[in-house]
């Protein structure tokens, strides 16, 4: 898995995880015949209304130039639909008006109507992957070259537009273009909150300027972010983002300076995590740094992968050697709900399943009871870890012991924390005890570790 790079330091071949992260964030079925089918139906529509010819209505955005994802935690999708279809004397608003008047008419799209500044949405039905939309521009011809079209804002002027020439400007970057502005705005979307995000067409540019011609996909994401980071790090306002199809336009007129400077922290913790995923020799080491940055589209070895396994827990206290009986009675009931605190300033927290994906060393994980009870009840933790490392540190553990904080002070009893530690597959679970009796017990919850420099050994 690993090899030898060109200045004798190991490098890692990720190509297969990054094919994963790639077709794991790409719109798939049904989203992509449910957006044809919306953008056939629409152009159609448009072509017959405005009696334009069928090349007036085209796409423009991601969809168009290749760079679509999808969204993150069921937000949105979408597809951009340009309408030359505007006379030359037509104002902004009376061109969206008569646009919103047109679909209206129809019963096909009047109840799906949502008003935007600078384009009339139609909106359709949220499903799997998250709510879709449809965003329809109407434009005019300006008779010149550059910019070929204008296009209108609600209550303002119309803007030169050259939405065709971008897409093709786009598709000329060619695949690996295409593959790290995918990766880049995956990134934003899990790192910058909905609105501080850097605009896609803005990050679409800056990548071109910066994106080195390398094959290999986590080398080139980690020069880029580089890149990316020492061309705007001494700047405390956004620069003049130029249309690379139309220089007239600063693509970044609307940035703020406490977006553009968001971007930039979040730019900054991206290197590290980059340089920490590029300079390892550890493959776990450096998928988890990748899943850091990219969120849990990017896979991770598995624990059959890295030969795992979970091996006996006869070193774990039992309940009768504290002097308790077991009663389970069924009007008790106690799960584990596990998360994974994650981030350089551990600022989210990241659903962590039972014998989920392998969670690297020196992670924090929370874990929480849900309980039903009729009565009051002590709650109490165990944790048993099994493998090789922890028995030589000394670390089996498999005490019954109150919920705590990483520093061992108490927590609400229902709540526990765990620092991750040793290669191995662990476990945890909660006893509900009442009187001295054990009246229910959680399911045993598996937690697959792997730490630098300790391959998994009984």
């Known amino acids: 898995m690993a090899e030898q790079g060109e200045e004798g330091e190991m490098t890692l071949d990720l190509s297969a995880y990054f094919e994963r992260f790639l077709d ?15 953008a056939n139906t629409i152009s159609a529509f448009l072509v017959d209304k405005c009696d334009v010819p069928t090349e007036n209505v085209f796409l423009q955005g991601s969809y168009a130039n290749q760079t679509a994802i999808e969204p993150v935690d069921g937000g949105d999708y979408d597809i951009d639909l340009v309408s030359i279809c505007v006379e030359p004397d037509v104002s902004c608003d009376e061109a969206l008006s008569e646009l919103e008047a047109l679909f209206r008419s129809d019963g096909r799209f009047k109840d799906r109507l949502k008003r935007k500044q600078p384009c009339v949405r139609l909106e359709y039905a949220e499903d799997d992957v998250g709510s879709f939309h449809v965003d329809v521009v109407p434009v005019r011809s300006t008779g010149n070259t550059t910019p070929p079209l204008e296009a209108p804002r609600r209550h303002e002027d119309w803007r030169g537009t050259a939405p065709a020439e971008y897409t093709d400007w786009c598709r000329q970057q060619g695949p690996l273009y295409r593959r790290t502005v995918m990766t880049m705005k995956r990134w934003r979307d899990e790192q910058q909150s909905v609105r501080n995000a850097i605009k896609s067409i803005v990050l679409q540019v800056l990548v071109s300027g910066c994106m080195p011609q390398v094959q290999d996909d986590a080398q080139r994401l980690a020069l880029t972010i580089q890149a990316l980071h020492g061309s705007l790090s001494q700047l405390t306002v956004p620069p003049v983002v130029t249309n690379p199809v139309l220089p007239s336009e600063n693509l970044a007129r609307s940035w703020s300076v406490e977006s553009f400077l968001s971007f930039v922290k979040e730019l900054a913790e991206a290197v590290e995590w980059s340089q920490t995923a590029t300079a390892t020799s550890d493959l776990v080491e450096a998928a988890d740094a990748w899943r850091e940055l990219l969120g849990d589209d990017f896979p991770i070895p598995e624990a059959e992968q890295l030969g795992l396994e979970l091996l006996d827990i006869n070193h774990a206290e039992t309940p009768a050697q504290r002097g308790w009986t077991e009663a389970i009675d069924a009007r008790y009931r106690v799960t584990i709900v596990a998360s994974q605190q994650r981030g350089k300033r551990q600022q989210t927290r990241r659903p962590l399943e039972h014998n989920g994906p392998t969670v690297f060393q020196d992670h924090k994980l929370h874990f929480k009871a849900h309980i039903t009870a009729p009565n009051h009840v002590e709650v109490w933790w165990q944790v048993a870890n099994t493998g090789g490392h922890a028995r030589s540190d000394g670390g089996l553990r498999g005490e019954i012991f109150k919920g705590r904080d990483l520093n061992k002070r108490p927590t609400p009893e ?45």
């Open 414 to 458: 229902n709540e526990n924390w765990e620092s991750t530690k040793y290669t191995g597959s662990h476990l945890i679970r909660v006893l509900l005890v009442r009187d001295r009796q054990v009246v229910a017990e959680s399911d045993w919850f598996r937690v697959n570790i792997w730490a630098r420099g300790h391959s998994f050994h009984r």
């Open 24 to 38: 794991n964030i790409s719109l798939g079925e049904p989203q992509v015949s449910r957006m044809n089918s919306a």
